[in-house]
């Protein structure tokens, strides 16, 4: 009995053995020992191990070929690797060796564009600058030979043309604050040479009587048969041209081909050469005068001693009209206004339109003004002068329009697009006596606060009311009624806004060094304008007396305006924010054969949490922006990125992707989806900003949860899990997919896996394609 019970108890400790972990064993040995029949234990132990020995053996033979033949390939495997070993290991030092020269040539060629680009940015400003220098010279030596009207063209092409091109140098801005002093050293030299030539004709007019006189009296005892020559005292000719000009008439030549601007010639038998006015005396100074003020134009005094001369000429013919019986009459002093309202106005109107100042222009309308009451006064008729100044006025408004428009770009130019801090009341009322702001929630906040535009606003305003009085200053005195004079105004309003500050915002918008927060701030300007329109149209209306609800009433465009420039910076918004978005995904850098990453979440790519990270900061300039712009332009960046990303995936130049590089475009995405959930615009309802990434999501879905089955059964089913994944997108990531498989993988063939996945990627892409052929049929 008690040999049973230690067999047993010998059985059950090899069981024990056999299966409990060798760390714990010794308490079972402990037992054996403890006993009488330890050496009955260890015959059952042999016994035992024996038993295992027969087993592992049989098991051995079993599998003895097959391991025999596992060997053997890799063995052949292990050739074939050390020579791709080998080759990669060429390869690589080739291409290091390579890419050392590379590397090196593109260093070298760095340094080369860098080259052309500052020979080529210094050829562009020698190209504006030379002409500026050979003008400048050309213009000092027609100075130094006193070719005066030359010169002022030379002046006028300088000024005009070369200058605005070349650029702020500081020899430009020496000259340009030359020109002026040129143009005045011209008008005095040509002036006193013309006075300089108004004595010397004094002292030879005698002489020149004389010669006159004599030649008309030897034309007297001419012959007859001679036909008389033309009488003039400019020129001469000499006894020799006179006997051929005698020849010529025997002969049947007409005697009036011999006219020339000379002084008649003397008898045929003096060979003496009369002289002429042009021999007596210069009349260059004459000419090179007209030409030169006919290029400097009028002076404001000049206009004035021109009108004091005609009133003069009129108050003495009326006078002698008034106070003498038959000497002249009402009809002959009438016809004579007429005759002199018709020159003075082709004068005015040709002189008058190279004027190109509009304070001058102002200034020559005060004096016309004066100048048709002070003859109406007298009772000559001067409609036609008031006619002709509604004719200046359109001159005056384009002249108005230029200025306006240098001053428009000046204040884009200077304004830093930044809200105006103010510190103190003061500020704040001077800020809000130029610029009608509405906003009570404003004012309740302590100081220092922001006004939420910039210097922008209340400049442009300012200047738009300066525009409507400089309008109004030229409607004065023309006898025009306060309804003419509201409807000039409105209209010429109307064109500084549609044309002159339309186009200048449109410059604003568009220039190249203009950001998203410039543009921003452009856009919340141009709203606080569009909502200042009504004052203006009050402000018009205060001035002309003229309600702005009459039927008649010109409209102002204003609201179309600043609208329009809204719209523009907002598509310029959304335009630069697609190209910085850009700008980060040309730094993804996806590693299309990673490998399946295994254990905890994979994080995002570094240009994507750099690009989240600019989305945030940007958005948050936004606040400001009215509700949709700030929405569109959030909804637009994030379509923007999901589409590129989805073109990175479909891109033809890829033609093989893991499911590891899926994972970790999976990732990229997740890290998109947080920056959507977390509203970084508000007014978005629920998950909508989350619909820009829901065709990547689905698709991501699809491929990383292998979910090919649910997608082939619902397929076309308004509640399908994957309805927005196309089939022709997922059948062209499928592909790329199975070349991975089948190129990129050196022990596909030894492993049943992989063997398996890509039969069942054949599998899904050969129902891809059934489905395509049944839907498209």
Known sequence: MASVETAAEHERILREIESTDTNCIGPTLRSVYDGQEHGLFMEKLDARIRNHDREIEKMCNHHFQGFVDSITELLKVRGEAQKLKNQVTETNRRLQDDGKDLMSSMEELKQCRVQQRN????????????????????????????????????LEQLEQTCLPRAGQYRFCSIMAENIPKLRIQIRDTAMAQLRDFLESIRKHSDKIGETAIRQAQLQRSLDSSVSPQPRALIGRRSRREAAAGTESDGQGGSPSSEQDSGILDVDEEEEEEVPGAQDLVDFSPVYRCLHIYTVLHETLEGYRRYFNQIVGFFVVEDHVLHTTQGLVNRAYVEELWELALSKIIAALRTHSSYCDDPDLVLDLKNLIVLFADTLQGYGFPVSQLFDMLLEMREQYGEILLKRWNITFRQVLDQDNYSPIPVSTEDEFRHYTSQFPLQDPELEKLPFPKKLPFSEFVPKVYCQLKEFIYACLKYSEDLHLSSTEVDDMIRK????????????????????????????????????HLEQSCHFLEEFISNITNIPPDTVNATKLYGTSTFKDARHAAEAEIYTSLNAKIDQFLQLADYDWMAAVQGGGALTASDYLIDLIAFLKSTFSVFTNLPGKVAQTACMSACKHISTS??????????????????????????????????????????????????????????????????????YGKPTCKYLRVNPHTALALLEKMRETSRKNNVFAQFRKTDRDRQKLIDTVIKQLRNLITQHHA
């Open 492 to 527: 010429s309003t109307n064109l500084l806004l549609t044309r002159t500050l339309s186009h200048c915002l449109q410059y604003g918008i568009k220039k190249k060094n203009v950001g998203l927060a410039e543009l921003v701030q452009v856009i919340i300007n141009t709203t």
């Open 645 to 714: 990303l989805m073109q990175l995936l479909l891109d033809p130049e890829l033609r093989q992707i893991s499911m590891g590089a899926l994972q970790q475009l999976n990732a990229d995405v997740q890290e998109c989806e947080g920056f959507a959930r977390a509203g970084p615009v508000a007014g978005f309802q629920g998950d909508t900003l989350l619909l820009a990434f829901s065709d990547l999501r689905q698709l991501l879905d699809l491929f990383t949860q292998w979910d090919w089955s649910t997608y082939l059964a619902d």
């Open 119 to 154: 020979i080529a940015t210094t050829i562009d400003k020698l190209t504006h600058c030379l002409p500026v220098l050979e003008m400048y010279s050309r213009l000092q030596e027609q100075m130094k030979a006193k070719r005066y009207y030359p010169a002022l063209c030379t």
